[in-house]
């Protein structure tokens, strides 16, 4: 809104509000403090793992095999992007930029983002079968970061667990019904899980800077185990095995992508580029 | 037991809507508190348990709320709103801050709330949210029974986990056949 526009009249209720993303983007956490470059990369892994997803979802609105999938896969992704709100703007502090800029003028080298939520939507049970092995993971990863020695992400973990509950489980109803449903719905989510399978590695692959990040960020090696018992029951009884084989190189942590992201991004940035600064 | 019960009601309540005990900050508080959700416009963000604190100081007020859902997009709203009414009200310099921690809960909205929200045609949450996160894990969620805010049947059945908004889910009625809103517990 410009600074100089013209007192609204009381009618107006919101007339004369300034809604203005910069401010609350700086007003977003109350006290946050400055992330140092470490803990910022950290914030940038899981931000953009959630703002990539989001951007995914978001695709299926108008698109889902029924209306409340509509609804349903738009909620989970207003969530991501929540989550990824608070995130990037937490990485944003540790470089002076704002969550706005970290996600729409970085190019692909610099996200984060792990392969499996890059992988495209395909059909309705790869979408399913992205957000089972994805809710889960995230499920146990904020369980845990609730505990982080760093106040800003213990929060942000807090809020997000309890959503990500959610997720999970609409994702496990699928997966169950799916699985068991029609022999050519059963066909679908196995060729799912098959095609997905090579990128659940690449979650829980440790790094350097997790190392650095002792007590503040989730090991994510720590993780299998929790993710193994928890899917387990849910594909005993869908009658679904694990695919084995197969593993992808992986490397979103360092920037190095599958050739999805690159059109991804260019969707999700396309406007703000053609119109820097541009806002209603 | 009752006295258990008495207790843990009150402790949750002090938790849900801390208001200050000066003066000057609870008439401004008195304030914040007529915003309504511009989703659910007969629940104010006190009855939610959104409103967090309201400190007046010498010349400026300072509000924090905290959202429902991360991503909510309500709380734009609010925010202008509890601007808006304060500076209404004649208060300078008014502040108005989101907080993430303590995370919002469905236990914070008030017994009013409650009620207000089944008269709305939405049905209020049921059970509490520390009882969903300690409740038996597996793949097949358990879930009370959600009465029909129309026709008060227990006969009702989820259509789908997430509704019209981040907060609610949505039902149909068996009985009266009619489709409603679900406040889900979070």
Known sequence: MEADAPAQTPEDIHGHVAVDVTTLDAELIEGASVATADVAEYALWLGDDALVLAQQLGAWISRAPELEEDVALGNVALDLIGHARSLLHYAGTASNRTEDDLAYWRTEPDFRSLHIVEQPNGDFAHTIARQFIVAHYLFELYSRLRASADATLAAIAAKAVKEVDYHRDHSTQWVLRLAQGTDESRRRMITAFSDLWPYVEEIFRDDPLIDRLEGIAVRPSSLLPAFDAAIAPVLAEAELDIPSGFVASGGGRTGKHSEHLAFLLAEMQVLTRAHPGASW | ?186
């Open chain 2, 1 to 186: 037991m009752v006295t258990t019960a008495g207790t843990t009601a009150a402790r949750i309540e002090a938790e849900a809507r801390p208001r200050p005990t000066d003066a000057a900050s609870l008439a401004a508080w008195r304030i914040a508190a007529q915003v309504v959700d511009p989703e659910i416009p007969v629940l104010t963000i006190e009855d939610l348990g959104v409103l967090r604190s309201v400190t007046v100081t010498d010349d400026a007020v300072a509000v924090t709320l905290t959202p429902t859902y991360s991503g909510c997009p309500a709380m734009d709203a609010m925010r202008d709103d509890v601007l808006e009414v304060l500076t209404s009200a004649g208060y300078e310099n008014v502040a108005v801050r989101l907080v993430l921690s303590p995370a919002w809960t469905t236990d914070w909205m008030s017994e009013i709330g409650k009620a207000k929200l089944r008269e709305y045609g939405i049905a209020a949450p049921t059970g509490h949210a520390t009882a969903r996160a300690s409740g038996p894990a597996g793949p097949i969620s358990l879930k009370m029974a959600v009465k029909c805010p129309r026709c008060s049947s227990l006969n009702t059945r989820e259509l789908a986990h997430f509704g019209s908004t981040s907060c609610k889910s949505l039902y149909e009625c068996r009985d009266c056949l009619e489709p409603f809103d679900y406040f889900k517990v979070l």
